[in-house]
């Protein structure tokens, strides 16, 4: 079964729990699956039908390119990262 890594800042909603197993064959399957074991645990990854804006997800090690309906594997980890900001792709002139 695949195993959900949950950032830290949802683990509210997981009791503390960092990585729990939930079925699924997709990413949608396995969000879906998390809300029905964690209520809320969806509005905090999903809008829209598609995965926020802010998240990122990574399965194996790679980030996703199809999001929610990128396949999962019966032994993958799926990643829910939030995204880091910041830096400047600007060339300061001095």
Do not use: W, Y
């Amino acid at each position: 079964m695949p195993v959900a890594r949950i950032p830290s800042l949802m683990r509210d909603l997981t009791g503390g729990k960092a990585e729990v197993e939930v079925a699924g064959e997709t990413v949608r399957d396995v969000v879906n699956n998390l809300e029905k074991m964690f209520p809320g645990i969806k509005k905090r990854l999903v809008e829209g039908g598609q995965i926020k804006p802010g998240i990122s997800v990574f399965i194996d090690g790679d980030v996703t390119t199809s999001s929610v309906l990128e396949p999962v594997g019966e032994h993958s980890e799926v990643h829910f990262l939030p995204r880091i900001g910041g830096g400047c792709l600007c060339r300061a002139d001095f």
